[in-house]
């Protein structure tokens, strides 16, 4: 996770909204992304999707099926079924997002067994780093709000 935050990093200091993901297969990253839609005028350009196309084309298959993802906040619709549709093993992710999140917290697809293909392993716990995931988001938002006053 701390991978996927160095990531975020990287997309606070481009001016994007602070999201970083990396992919991983056999316990080594394979593929890293952060947030690119302002400075891709992309708006599927999420950190999850920017992984997914990397570790793809690395692995030359769509399917990514003994690969895990981390990401530093919960996925959006857009991204947890990217994520699916990839058939990533496990999504791990450091900060719930009330807001726009689909596993737990909006939509809980999680619950809906039919749907459950993948294991979700949500924050609220030290090792996925989920204050420090949701303090920079909130940190980013912050400073937009006072800005803008």
């Known amino acids: 996770m701390f991978q996927a935050l160095k990531e975020a990093f990287k997309a606070q200091e481009s ?4 999201v970083g993901a990396v992919i ?15 400075a891709s005028s992309d708006p599927t350009a999420h950190a999850e999707i920017v992984a997914l196309r990397k570790a793809a ?16 906040i919960e996925p959006c619709v857009m991204c947890a079924g990217a994520l699916a549709n990839a058939r990533i093993k496990k999504i791990i992710f450091g ?8 596993y737990k917290s ?19 716990k030290e090792k996925y780093l989920s204050a ?18």
Do not use: H, W
């Open 132 to 149: 420090e995931c949701a303090n920079i988001i909130k940190d980013f938002f912050k400073k937009i709000r006072q800005q803008k006053a």
């Open 95 to 102: 900060a719930f997002d009330k807001k726009a999140g689909c």
């Open 57 to 72: 084309k690395k692995l030359k298959n769509y399917r990514l099926t003994d690969c895990d993802a981390y990401t530093t």
């Open 15 to 18: 001016q994007e909204v602070p």
């Open 106 to 124: 909006m939509l809980k697809t999680a619950d809906i067994k039919k749907l459950s293909r993948r294991i979700v392993i949500a924050g609220k």
């Open 24 to 38: 991983v297969k056999d316990s080594k990253i394979i593929a890293r992304g952060f947030n690119k839609c302002i």
